[in-house]
């Protein structure tokens, strides 16, 4: 069983910045991490993955704007989040594939003058 803690998240103005992290622990090997986001309303969406080697996926909307990193040795991946915008609002999930997916509990970005 693993488990992910989140951190990070808040209220930003449009244009500002926010980073999340997010710990994997209960496994000793945790393979693809990343970040995934839903709106109200909207469906589950890709923000980021990267692999443990370093291989990334992106979701359109952000690409060129937000960059995504991870310690193998901690099991730790971050999202840094920049030139937010309104439509960045949503609650971002930490995911790990480790056998089986595994999703954080959620942690809410609010993007808003």
């Known amino acids: 069983q693993v488990q992910l803690v989140e951190y990070g998240g808040g209220w930003v103005q449009p244009g500002g910045s926010l980073r999340l992290s997010c710990t994997a622990s209960?496994?000793?090997?945790?393979?693809?991490m990343g970040w995934y986001r839903q709106a109200p309303g909207q469906q589950r969406e890709l923000v980021a993955t990267?692999?443990?080697?370093?291989?990334?996926n992106w979701g359109d909307p952000v690409k060129g704007r937000f960059l995504i990193s991870r310690d193998n040795a901690k099991n730790t991946v971050v999202l840094q989040m920049n030139t937010l915008e309104p439509e960045d609002t949503a609650v971002y999930y930490c995911?790990?594939?480790?056998?089986?997916?595994?999703w954080g509990q959620g942690t809410q970005v609010t993007v808003s003058s």
């Open positions: 209960g496994s000793f090997f945790i393979g693809t």
């Open positions: 990267i692999s443990r080697g370093g291989s990334m």
């Open positions: 995911y790990a594939l480790a056998g089986q997916s595994y």
